[in-house]
């Protein structure tokens, strides 16, 4: 069990970190989106909140790798009241040997996708999709198991193929209503609906199949990984459609569902990769989450959070993809990772060089990344500031500016930095520092990338700092 702590620094943390920083150690704060540790891969995220905690259940990536999912599921959760306070709690199902652990699905190798989690008489059920084979159905007296594998799920017999058969029940997603009764929703390209019997949760109710519960057609274009909930009486379908967490709602849990829109895209974000996620309120607020693409690929993907408003008509205004986590506002004079950009543009992308190490590459001539957002105070009377970068040196030289804001709308540049060759000749990290104007308020920070050499990476990013200094 690893618990991974991010508590607000005192000044003279601050200070620390900051003179750590600039000998390059990057200690920057994991309370940014991704929100889990940079060297962990949970997408599909399916947030549950039990007791005083919050859990995530999700599949399980690698870093580098040029396929969805893994052969394991973890599980992550945190306290109520410090949602940047993670505790891994290890592997919880294997379709292989893995450290150890012995193989819990006997009929299948292949790898787990998009599992879901609900609490039933006591139990905890953990529905685990497994590639090409049956849908597992595991049970805990815990959140974080240990996890018994009790059953495929059982569709009633002389039932079609698509109703039972392998490989089906992708993307599982269940509702358990007041009333007792208990759906499950599923399918990729498809979308399905059964009721479960309560008693077993494993066995499907003759009668209850419902195709195309949300359909293939525009509005919905439904794709894939349907999460239900019920919510002030509605029913809710977030689900994939596209680049968008989309979501429908009916006053019934079988539908007709209505198309309500999109609650947050992968446009302008990593990769254009596919998009999977569910709602959790925690503490009267609500939170999407979702994930996002590293390694140049539509692989390897790390779970993200946004908070979302619903209103009274049951309306969830969308929100953008941003750095925040789960937090309102990010601090810049704390080391920022690289790695929490959520605006991609002309190539750039996160990559895995090592578990603490995870810059931003392929920055090239007309690229850029955002980080959102920054709140920076107001300056002191004779304050000065400086914005210092970590990086190596690309290929190339050229040159990175510093916006604050979108420099495709409203930006403003309030600094430069030029490479040149001196910065590429050993791929050592290092810093630079510029002086830039005071900034108040809350902001988007941004860096663009100009080269007269198009296709050549300029520098990869590590990490960077804002300071504020008082003659």
Known sequence: MHTISSPRASRRAHILCLVLGLLGVSLAVRAANPFLPSYEYIPDGEPRVYGDRLYLYGSHDKAGSDRFCDHILKVWSAPLDDLNTWTDHGIVLATRDVGGRADDIPYSDYEFYAPEMVAQNGKFYLFAQVLGAPCSVAVSDTPTGPFRVISTIKAPAGSPQEFGGWSQYFDPGVLIDDDGKVYLYWGGGRSYMAQLDPATMVDVLPGTLQEDVIPQGAP???????????????YYLVYARGLD?????SDRPTGPFTYRGAIVSQ?????????HGGLAQVRGQWYVFYHRQTNNTVYSRRACVERITILPDGTIPPVE?????FEENLDPYRWTSAD?????????YVTELDRRTH???GNKNNGAVGYKYFDFGTPLPGQSTHFTLQF???????????WLGDPLSDGEMIGSIAIDSRHYRDGSWRDITIPVRNISGRHAVYMTFASDDAGSTIADLRAFVFTRDTP
Do not use: W
Not at 245 to 249: M, P
Not at 321 to 325: A, E, F, K, R, V
Not at 340 to 348: D, K, M, P, Q, W
Not at 392 to 402: F, H, M, N, Q, S
């Open 220 to 234: 919905f274009e439904y794709q894939e990984g349907p999460s239900p909930r019920k919510i002030g009486g509605l």
């Open 245 to 249: 967490l989309a979501y429908a709602t």
């Open 267 to 275: 446009r302008d974000g990593a990769h254009g990769g596919n998009i």
């Open 321 to 325: 993809q941003t750095s925040l986590g």
């Open 340 to 348: 929490i950009a959520c605006v991609f543009r002309g190539g750039s």
């Open 359 to 361: 810059p931003v590459m």
């Open 392 to 402: 190596r040196g690309g290929a190339t030289a050229g040159r990175i500016d510093l």
